[in-house]
């Protein structure tokens, strides 16, 4: 690549990367005081912001072994072809966004010929494998971390790491308004709108999807005037489409950040895959029911390494069972409505909720600068220091 200002390489390799991207790319160009250029993978986000993506994103955008045995091949041919596209490039530094599978083994491959590297999301040492930190800490220059008790299991093995805060604070997620989305739908004031997230995998979709079916056909009896809004991300939206064209009750597919916002604020409840979007979900004080299924390999694997009482990231800092979650043998249609029906019905169950989680969202950085500044704000910090050393 040709031109003026610092040269950043980025890997995302998930849809919530690809927004995390997105958002440290437009930082980036308002903080850089200067132009700046950009190569690398993500998707349609990151494209949005200027990037010429070397592969789709969803080629990386797998979870667990059952998973990702069939795609190694694939997966194998990707790392050598970024690999030696950063060595073509040299740019002055390269940000890997969460996905670590893939990214640590492109850092480790190129750890010792001069390209920085900052990975944005700390792994999760505080939940499992905690020896992963002294790894991390041989093969990066920086960590930039979402949590604020990240930085100390780093630090002390040597790795420079910067909290900048939670990117659901800057997403608009408390922003929606739900009286424009029940106009724009033409939803009555009295009908029950209750929000489902699926997930933004094929596998979690696959997985999780029937059983949401069957759990809104024992809901519908019950609530004659429910809704349903299912918000869904572009490289799944055709496979959801299909699946809930045949649910029982009028089901909205919504698009785009801005639609996901406005159902949050017309809903009165979700039942979602736990993930990112439960976070979202506690910042727009939507009460929420979490569910999620894994490949029985891949789940009996993890449960032996796995070091905390919770999945869902608010229970875990709160230390409690605050939103119900409804995993693996307990995620079934009968187990999941009638969690959904007392947030329906039980006004207290959804005030508890909303209160809550409004701690969580101060230590997940909402008040403070945008995270995505913060990050900006490193990232060129070791452009500088890299080309005051050269």
Known sequence: MTGEGPLIFLIAGEPSGDLLGAR?????????????????????RMIAEGLDTLFPLHELSLMGIAELVPKLPNLIRRLAQTAAEIRRLRPDVVVTIDAP???FRIAKRLKGQGIPFVHYVAPSVWAWRPGRARKVARVLDHLLALLPFEPPYFEREGLPCTFVGHPIVEGGAASGDGARFRAAHGIATADRLLTVLPGSRRSEISRLLPDFRETIRLLAPRYPGLVIAVPTVPHVRDSVASEI????????????DQGKYDAFAASEAALAASGTVALELALARLPAVIAYRMHPVT???YRRFIRVKYANLVNIMLDRMLVPELLQENCTP?????????????????????????????????????????????????????????
Not at 355 to 371: D, F, H, K, T
């Open 101 to 103: 599978d893939f990214c």
């Open 245 to 256: 064209s045949s649910w029982p009750v009028r089901t909205i597919l919504v698009e785009g």
């Open 334 to 390: 009968e187990k999941l409505d009638a969690a959904v029906t007392k947030l329906l019905d039980d006004p207290e169950a959804r005030r508890e909720q909303r209160e809550g989680v409004a701690e969580v969202a101060r230590w997940l950085g909402l008040g403070g600068p945008p995270p995505s500044e913060r990050a900006a704000d490193v990232v060129l910090a070791v452009v500088k220091g890299r080309k005051g050393a050269v």
């Open 299 to 301: 789940i009996g694997l």
């Open 24 to 44: 440290l790319m437009a930082a980036l160009k308002r903080r850089a005081g200067g132009p700046v250029r950009f190569a690398g993978i993500g998707g349609e």
